[in-house]
Antibody, heavy 115, light 108 residues
């Protein structure tokens, strides 16, 4: 079964850091670009970042540029999102999604930034 | 980049057709074939409905169809069913990916 499973979310204080993981199974991660998308409570979907298949090219939304870093370990079939200098407005469910068409999504992991 | 504009809500009775608009600019929706649509039920992950303008993934009903005119893309749901009650998002690529503001579909 093709599946993405996110982990690493939790409660963190403003200014803190978290590292999200997205484990892929049922397909070869190295064949796909990957994205992170977030959804604040009661709000819409917002694209966060993407990475190409071999990790040599990345792109970020302006709201996270310089604070978040997307990376991947194709050997371990895992995608990552390192989040630094977290702010209250980063509070959201974070989803990883497969490919340029985002045809497979994980169940999401919740990040809460609060003191 | 600003979110694409969608109506906040659309409703219809079972069996009816409804249309959700997605308005952007000549830099995104107007110039891109890479418009996609996603369906999201409450507390669930989004699901891909339409990609690359008009293609449907395997398993997606042909009751979902799309059109585009200028800077506006539209999703039509025909033969509305109770299970179609969900949030719907468009998505386009310009200099980066941008989602629409989302539309809540209610089946009366």
């Amino acid at each position: 079964e093709v599946q993405l499973v996110e982990s690493g979310g939790g409660l963190v204080q403003p200014g803190g850091s978290l590292r999200l993981s997205c484990a892929a199974s049922g397909f070869t991660l190295s064949s796909y670009w990957m994205h992170w998308v977030r959804q604040a409570p009661g709000k819409g979907l917002v694209w966060v970042s993407r990475i190409n298949s071999d990790g040599s090219s990345t792109s970020y939304a302006d709201s996270v540029k310089g604070r978040f870093t997307i990376s991947r370990d194709n050997a371990k079939n895992t995608l990552f999102l390192q989040m630094n200098s977290l702010r209250a407005e980063d509070t959201a469910v974070y989803y990883c999604a497969r490919g340029h068409i985002m045809d497979v999504w994980g169940q999401g992991t919740t990040v809460t930034v609060s003191s | 980049q600003s979110a694409l504009t969608q109506p906040a809500s659309v409703s219809g009775s079972p069996g009816q057709s409804i249309t959700i608009s997605c308005t952007g600019t000549s830099s995104d929706v107007g110039s891109s074939i890479l418009v996609s649509w996603y369906q999201q039920h409450p507390d669930k992950a989004p699901k891909l409905l339409i990609y690359e303008g008009s293609k449907r993934p395997s398993g997606v009903s042909n009751r979902f169809s799309v059109s585009k005119s200028g800077n506006t893309a539209s999703l039509t749901i025909s033969g509305l069913q109770a299970e179609d009650e969900a949030d719907y998002y468009c998505c386009s690529f310009a200099t980066s990916l941008v989602f629409g503001t989302g539309t809540k579909v209610t089946v009366l």
